[in-house]
């Protein structure tokens, strides 16, 4: 496997594990989306999938070149719509979507440092 490719399959897959660590500081919530009447067991999905992404994201771009800014950059920003949808959501606000975009960029940065770390590489 070449270089690029090992860079990529690192990326992803410490994006994948990452992505698991914001369930554990803090969610989503699944009850607070039941309290609107929507079925928060299946919409929580959308922020798990989300999070599982970024990894992906990050091994799929080349800008910006440094590592640290773009895994940090595009974790947010992957984010940032599940984000906008807590802020909209009641017994949430502005709070969980601060913490969403937050640990959208530690995922993000993770999965980049991890592929640096594993290669040597800045991108693919």
Do not use: Q
Not at 70 to 84: D, E, Q, T, Y
């Amino acid at each position: 496997m070449s270089l690029a490719g090992r860079y990529r399959l690192v990326c992803v897959a410490a994006g994948l594990a990452a992505a698991w660590l914001p369930f554990l500081l803090h969610g989503p919530v699944p009850e607070k989306l039941d309290r609107v009447r929507i079925n928060g067991a299946l919409a929580v999905w959308g922020w798990y999938v989300a999070r599982m992404l970024i990894g992906v994201v990050v091994a799929s771009t080349t800008w910006p070149h440094p590592w640290w800014l773009r895994g940090g950059l595009f974790g947010a920003l992957v984010m940032l719509p599940s984000a906008i949808f807590s802020a909209a959501t009641p017994g949430c606000g502005p709070d969980c979507a601060a913490m969403n975009v937050s640990t959208g960029a530690l995922v993000g940065l993770l999965a980049a440092g991890a592929a640096w770390l594993a290669t040597g590489r800045d991108h693919a």
